[in-house]
């Protein structure tokens, strides 16, 4: 553990006092391994507006930390990250961030930093610096500390403390959630080595990262700390309530179970800590249906795969305690396009009467397929949550990744959520044989015994999902700066003028012909960045 200055004079500890809601933990025996690890957690949690202060004499191992920290951004543990000492500063750009690491030192004070674009790095990033006590007061107020320090285990071990002050405090312990997590697994000798690299995930709160040891050892680390109940928003519930979604890890585990004892493919869960909501589940592989499909694979083959599990379920006992999906929670996501996009195309929000007009097209159509526990709905089905396993047989070449929201409901909703895949396009011809093939399939084998009813419902299930999904994706854009998303709503818009094109939608595309047309709704100018990517 080396670094490049003379030992400092300034004292290493920040002025400000502790205060209510810091957080602050103590590694008593960190290697330089520890380091490391202790990096990649951090990295898996940093995001745009963060600062990381790195605190210690010379030699103490800030720089191995900053390096490490890097490198698990960009995702190549050899990147070449060389010392800021003489530039001050270094940019970096990784995929989900950029990054600024920075070198204090020979600064003469606080009013030096301003020429260094601190302000604009935490504004467009994140933020490492070293030698912090040359600057304390240029700092947010919200940041993570770590400082560095000889230890009593020995010249090889250091003692690290983790201090969250401020709005950073809740990750400061989430880091350190995740660290015993690790740390107390089964056979953790097998993973002390392990690396700890971060995952794209989906939409959701939850983020996730592989865990690898040995080069071919791996696992994939789910961390989704329970949801606080949000605002209400109707009859003093909160929407998550409304609509069924699943608040921990509770029910992720629960649904894997079950899918599991029907012979699907799914995840097995290798550890837990429910409480917490850390999960260590079987590592699928990288070969999501979009990757096989850019690989070469037939997408009437792999889509008609992946219709296999769906038949599997169809009429199957359903787990304990799922819930109905009812005309309450198909009614409040149906509203996120009136939310949502509507003020983004308008400018203002919908009137009491468009919003009347909307909710009564809808209303006779949403209580025809609502409270039916006919079947297990998985609610994600398509391709971001489907794997490829060419190397198993039959339906199991199908993994299956998300499904904790999963309700009691109708059986062409994930039919729906397959042929009309919100993140990649699938024709009208290809989308109209698959669905024959599957209503044929059924009818064959008697699980259904009124086909045109079952179109029905895919047609009605159809449209309010595309609806749905219309909202989210606005939402994930102007709330969360997440404009990725809107590449989609053309899409989106196509898969909801098919449904709309059934009779039993006649009422509904009068609304959205008079007031949300297809070419508004795809049309949708991307605002002014205030987040990262999708």
């Not at 400092?8 to 920040?14: F, L, Y």
């Not at 604009?120 to 610096?129: C, F, H, L, S, T």
């Not at 040891?213 to 994939?220: D, L, M, T, V």
Request: proline content about 7%; some cysteine.
């Amino acid at each position: 553990m080396t670094e490049d200055h003379p030992p400092s004079t300034t004292s290493a500890m920040p002025p400000t006092a502790p205060v209510e809601g810091q957080f602050c933990h103590v590694f008593p025996r960190c290697d330089e391994a520890g380091l490391v690890r202790l990096a990649e957690l951090l990295a898996l949690k940093l995001k745009t507006g963060d600062a990381v202060a790195l605190i210690g004499d010379l030699g103490a191992g800030k720089t191995t930390l900053a390096r490490a920290l890097i490198r698990a951004l960009i995702g190549d543990p050899n990147a070449e990250v060389p010392s800021p000492t003489f530039p001050l500063a270094q940019d970096y750009t990784t995929p989900r961030l950029l990054v600024r690491h920075y070198d204090f030192y020979r600064l003469g004070g606080p009013d030096d930093v301003a020429e260094l674009g601190f302000d604009e790095a935490i504004r467009e990033g994140a933020a490492i610096v070293e030698w912090p006590e040359r600057a304390w007061s240029a700092l947010p107020v919200d940041r993570i500390e770590i400082a560095i320090e000889s230890s009593d285990a020995g010249d090889s071990c250091r003692c690290v403390t983790l201090t969250g002050r401020g709005a950073a405090a809740a990750k400061g312990a989430r880091i350190v959630e995740l660290a015993d997590f690790l740390g107390d697994l089964p056979l953790a000798d097998a993973w002390a080595d392990a690396t700890v690299a971060y995952l794209q995930g989906d939409a959701s709160p939850r983020a996730y990262a592989r865990i690898v040891a040995g080069g071919s050892h791996s696992a994939i680390l789910m961390d989704a700390p329970r949801m606080p109940d949000g605002p209400p928003v109707r009859d003093g519930l909160p929407y998550s309530r409304i609509a069924h979604l699943a608040e921990d890890v509770g029910p992720f585990v629960a649904i894997a179970q079950h899918l599991a004892a029907a012979d699907l493919s799914v995840p097995a869960i290798l550890a837990s800590d429910l409480d917490a909501g850390l999960l260590l589940i079987e590592d699928l592989g990288d070969l999501t249906f979009a990757r096989a499909l850019a690989a070469g694979d037939s997408q009437h083959d792999l889509w008609q795969a992946a219709l296999g599990p769906l038949a599997r379920l169809h009429g199957a006992p359903l787990p304990a305690g799922l819930a109905t999906y009812d005309a309450r929670a198909l009614t409040i996501e149906c509203e996120l396009v009136v939310d949502w996009m509507w003020p983004a195309v308008t400018g203002e929000p919908a009137t009491e009467s468009v919003r009347a007009a909307y909710a009564e097209a809808w209303r006779p159509l949403l209580a025809r397929v609502a409270d039916r526990p006919e079947n297990i709905v998985l609610r994600d089905y398509h391709s971001p949550n489907l794997m490829w396993l060419p190397d198993r047989v039959g339906h199991r070449r199908v993994g299956i990744l998300d499904f904790q929201d999963a309700v009691a409901g109708p059986a062409a909703y994930d039919v729906v959520s397959l042929l009309q895949d919100a993140r990649l396009d699938v024709a009208a011809d290809l989308e109209r044989g698959l669905l024959d093939e599957h209503v044929a399939t059924l009818a064959a084998a008697g699980r259904i015994t009124d086909t045109q009813a079952f179109r029905t419902d895919y047609a009605i299930l159809g449209a309010q999902r595309a609806s749905k999904i219309l909202g989210i994706f606005v939402r994930l854009s102007r709330r969360d700066g997440k404009h990725g998303y809107l590449a989609h709503l053309p899409r989106i818009s196509d898969y909801l003028e098919r449904n709309l094109s059934h009779p039993a939608l006649a009422d509904v595309r009068r609304w959205y012909d008079t007031h949300l047309p297809a070419a508004r709704r795809s049309a949708l100018p991307k605002p002014a960045s205030r987040g990262g990517p999708a």
